[in-house]
């Protein structure tokens, strides 16, 4: 009985030993983003990044990386619940929130109030990073993208009078669009109409018939691409001529594939596109092309791209901070300078920003084509 009782008790220990040793040789990073909602595919194109970076790289100073993942159900209040589960359940020492700006933003409040490094892959607004030391980012911010697009607008194609049709229930929507705005009418360019709608609408044929009316030579929508999707169909339907011009969430393949023939000819701002003339300049992104159509069998994304690039820079971190402690971390991240990323050098500037070009892409028979490339 003894002896039963004994090897029990031996058992028991060696399982708590087993777990302890299981748990000192793993470190925890958390993933809030929308696996459901009217963001979910974009949650989808999120997380082939990361589990493609992290197949390449599962371990850093010696321990197994985990990645846990919550669902911040495309909702900004689930987007900081989403954080404080990973941070204050899971204990994690990192958190990734990329898609888009609106989860960003509270999800960034809640992790720079905790002390954990945020990093957001593909949030443009700047007000991710606004007065929050500890959240950074690896794409461009909407000042600059808005700012190249109506330059383009203005300068490259030669449209002075523009209207503007905007998500008011999205942050990037909203923020985008101003800064469009400004640049615009700073050039000698008129907004000619400004209307507004809410993710998840169906029926535009209102603020269309408005932008028809004002006899805009070009529409700038900075939305989600299923939205714009539905607005570039009924626009065309409606009998609007002129050009289709939006950020960086419409370079998305599914764009194309709803929209069909009514994208042809928008032109948006992005963070990378699968060039050869680009790809031969940058061997960090050949690989990544290579090892993305390897296991996904698709086309690279922009997003994807991102989201592996955050993780890479993560891990890159802790690395030169030689600790898990989040302070350091945190440090290391700021000090980041022309971090060798897929979708071109990362360099953290003052505000936890990544400094680096913008890439201009247009449909053409049904496929992103490479347009321009604007350095800040």
Known sequence: MKRNLFLLTLMAFMIIFGLTTLAQDVVKLGIAEPMTGAMAVGGELCMKGYQLAYEQNPTVLGKKVELVLVDNKSDKVEAANAVSRLIE??????????????????GGEVANKAGIPLISGTATNPLVTQGKEYVFRACFIDPFQGEVM???????LGIKKAALLVDIAQDYSVGLANFYKKTFEELGGEIVCDVKYNTGDQDFSAQLSQIIN????????????????LIAIQGRELGFTGKYLGGDTLHNPTLIELAKEAAEGLICSTFFVDDEALLKTNPEAEKFVRLYREKYNESPNAVSILTYDSYNLMLDAITRAGSFNPAAIRDALAATKDFPAAGGAITINEIGDSVKPAVLVKIVNGDFKYEATVNP
């Open 89 to 106: 359940k899971e204990r994690v020492i990192g958190v990734f929130v990329s898609y888009g700006s609106s989860m960003a933003i509270p």
């Open 150 to 156: 109506a330059r383009y607008t203005y300068d490259n």
């Open 214 to 229: 004002s006899d805009a030579e070009a529409l700038f929508f900075p939305g989600y691409f299923g939205d714009v999707a």
